[in-house]
Nanobody, 115 residues
Framework: QVQLAESGGGVVQVGGSLRLSCAASTSGFALDNMGWYHQAPGRQREWVAHISAALTPHYANSRLDRFTISRVNAKNTVYLRLESAQPEDTGVYYC?????????WGQGTQVTVSS
């Protein structure tokens, strides 16, 4: 079974930064693609970034300049750093992975960007 647990959310001021963490309880973490998704209030969940097993990051075009995804395989953890936070970054951030054709999601962590 795969379990994903996000942490690090909270309230951040406009222009501030935040780092989200996702701890994965799974075997073979280093071989798995990992990702982050964002669900703004009243909107559908949207892809933010993925990072491959080869440590190659991919970003949604709208997230290229302010988000950084990384991973530490020795800790079974993937991170998402947000810089220059904007009000539209508010919402729930979900960690994602896929294993054997099945998607797995964490419970999400709330980020609120306050002006």
């Amino acid at each position: 079974q795969v379990q994903l647990a996000e942490s690090g959310g909270g309230v951040v001021q406009v222009g501030g930064s935040l780092r989200l963490s996702c701890a994965a309880s799974t075997s073979g973490f280093a071989l798995d693609n990992m990702g982050w998704y964002h669900q703004a209030p009243g909107r559908q969940r949207e892809w933010v970034a993925h990072i491959s097993a080869a440590l190659t990051p991919h970003y949604a075009n709208s997230r290229l300049d302010r988000f950084t995804i990384s991973r530490v395989n020795a800790k079974n953890t993937v991170y998402l750093r947000l810089e220059s936070a904007q009000p539209e970054d508010t919402g729930v951030y979900y960690c994602w992975t896929s294993k054997n054709g099945q998607d797995y999601w964490g419970q999400g962590t709330q980020v609120t960007v306050s002006s």
